[in-house]
């Protein structure tokens, strides 16, 4: 009798058993598809995203290196940014618009906006003047004439830029300096210092310039085919420290940080392949035959 209660709740046990191994192993099951499905949205294509470029020009172990508009003030002011002169502002701004640095024209914003109001005026005028009870229509040419005249007022928008702007300047203000931390502005106003090696800094920027662009865009292009995306509202930088010996070649090449995503970090450094050899170091910033320059590459999405 005590031999079948025995069997009786060992077989309980069992079904118990197989039931828990049942349930937990559903439990897995759901789990497994559940992270399946996540990581099928995850790689669904996405549209390419709009990306911006910037350079972070750093003197080794000091301040950043920028372009900016010049200050009538050359007083030395304490600053965390070097330029090729000494710069004061009362406020330092940079430029809402995103480019190669350029220097805000003396003129008017709404430049283009007036002219056209003058283009319309005049052709009112000369509309009621030439109008014939025969010719009540578009007069054939006109079309032409409006967009000719847009043109123009467009290459005068251009030329004229910003009101307060520098004399000689031309166009809007722009700049594609890492500048986080400054308030938005028609112009790029920072408070400088003067740097003795900014003219070496200045002539690797521009070449450069020519490059990394090309080479980030095509980077992203195929990073947006394989169906992956780029974080958003995020600055990615990689960070570089280059050698370069006497006569201005690279020597070597390393990643002080990464983006993050290869192939923006490969952008970097084939861009400055790309862009060198750099002629002529200037003598104080070689030891032992090396000159040594610390450089960031920003992505903004």
């Known amino acids: 009798m005590q031999v079948a209660v025995k069997e009786i709740n060992s077989k309980k046990m069992l079904y118990i058993l197989l039931s828990f191994s049942f349930v937990f192993h559903m439990l897995i099951t759901a789990q497994s598809i559940n992270i399946s499905s ?12 709009a ?4 350079l972070l020009q750093q003197a080794l172990k000091s301040k950043q290196v920028v372009q900016t508009e010049q200050a009538k003030s050359k007083k030395k002011v304490e600053s965390k940014f070097y330029s090729n002169k000494n710069n004061a502002f ?15 024209g003396k003129g008017n914003r709404k430049a283009i906006a007036q002219k056209n109001m003058q283009i319309r005026k005049t052709l009112e005028k000369r509309k009621i003047k030439k109008l014939k009870f025969s010719d009540l229509a578009v007069m054939p040419n006109q079309k032409k004439y409006i967009k000719k005249k847009k043109k123009i007022a467009k290459r005068m928008q251009t030329k004229k830029g910003l009101k307060n702007g520098m004399k000689k300047g031309v166009g809007l203000g ?7 931390d400054m308030p938005l502005g028609d112009f790029t106003r920072l408070n400088t210092q003067e740097y003795e090696f900014y003219g070496f800094y200045h002539r690797i920027r521009q070449k450069l310039e020519q490059f990394w662009g090309l080479n980030i865009q095509d980077k992203a292009d195929k990073i947006f085919k394989q169906g992956r995306s780029i974080a ?25 940080s990464s983006s993050g995503v290869k192939e923006l970090d490969d952008a970097a450094i084939q861009s400055f392949n790309q862009a060198g050899p750099f002629p002529n170091p200037p003598k104080g910033m070689l030891k032992s035959g090396i000159a040594t320059i610390e450089w960031g590459f920003v992505v903004n999405t």
């Open 90 to 104: 009362e406020r330092e701004t940079k430029s809402a618009n995103n480019g190669k640095f350029q220097a805000a």
């Open 38 to 49: 996540v990581s099928l949205l995850e790689t669904t294509k996405k549209e390419p995203q």
């Open 174 to 180: 722009q700049t594609n300096d890492f500048l986080d």
């Open 232 to 256: 958003t509202d995020s600055n990615l930088v990689t960070g570089l420290k280059i050698m370069i010996n006497k006569n201005g070649e690279i020597v070597k090449i390393n990643i002080n």
């Open 51 to 54: 990306i911006k470029i910037k």
